[in-house]
């Protein structure tokens, strides 16, 4: 039975590489597929991976319309075994409808690939209809880790390394961007307090310490063994013992 299945995880987990193995195994079983994607950072109509791996795809713009696409493709006697819809997150709610219409009225499954929420922490249009409508849903087991080597949960926006928090819901960037817009992946501890692995490495490197009492002066010390000693009528260091009678 076909399915609507919604790959998920944070950014840099590996959602486009699994979206290309799966590619890879099916199309060397003889299966074809029709590959969706829409503002991956290899331009328009490319999946690609972080790995290096790139492949043409079909781009669903804003107007697009996926299930019309897959129908004409078909009327036409063209073959489709299988619908791959990466950057899924970008969606809009109505194409996320279209492509489970595919799979309920065409037969076909669609495996979608994306992250759940933006940097602001807020679920993305697309993902959201995606969580309402998927027969399956799959988090990726490939963790990505925060810069303290906790397990990243979130996604954060960058300037210059700088987390931000303000701005338009879709920038296209990479986590490996530093001195431009870029994200990066982060726990939700820091990602909460807006601490990325630029502002970390800046805050250990600031001079302010914490403020540490000192130690009280070891001449006060013992003048205040001194005046012990002085009071009990016995030198520092002795013991007064009571007299015992017989």
């Known amino acids: 039975m076909s399915e609507l299945v919604f790959f998920s995880g944070t950014m840099d987990c590996g959602k ?11 199309s060397a079983r003889g299966l074809q597929g029709v590959i969706f994607t829409r503002d991956d ?11 290096g ?3 043409d795809a079909v781009e669903a713009g804003e107007s697009f319309d996926v299930y019309a696409h897959l129908v ?11 619908v ?13 409808d279209q492509l489970a219409r595919v799979v309920d009225d065409l ?10 929420t933006d940097f602001r922490s807020k679920l993305f249009p697309g993902s959201q209809r995606l969580v309402e409508l998927a027969d399956r849903i799959e988090v990726l087991q490939v963790e990505a880790l925060c810069w303290c080597g906790a397990r990243a949960t979130h996604n954060a926006r960058t300037v210059g ?24 992946v982060l726990c939700r501890r820091h990602h909460r307090r807006r601490m990325t692995a630029a502002s970390a490495r800046a805050a250990a490197l600031s001079p302010d310490v914490l403020p540490v009492d000192a130690p009280a002066p070891v001449a006060a010390a013992s003048g205040a063994v001194r005046s012990v000693a002085a009071t009990s009528g016995g030198p520092v260091g002795s013991v007064s013992r009571p007299t015992v009678r017989s």
């Open 16 to 26: 486009s590489t699994l979206a290309l193995q799966i590619e890879h195994n099916r």
């Open 41 to 51: 950072r290899a331009g328009e109509g490319k999946l690609s991976s972080r790995l």
């Open 53 to 55: 791996l790139v492949t």
């Open 72 to 82: 004409d493709r078909l009327s036409q006697g063209g073959r489709c075994d299988y």
């Open 84 to 96: 791959i819809a990466d950057e899924a997150q970008f969606f809009a709610p109505e194409q996320i």
């Open 107 to 116: 037969g076909l499954d669609v495996f979608a690939f994306g992250i759940t």
């Open 161 to 184: 390394g700088m987390m931000v928090v303000e701005g338009a819901q879709v920038v296209i960037g990479d986590v490996d961007a530093i001195d431009e817009v870029g994200y990066e």
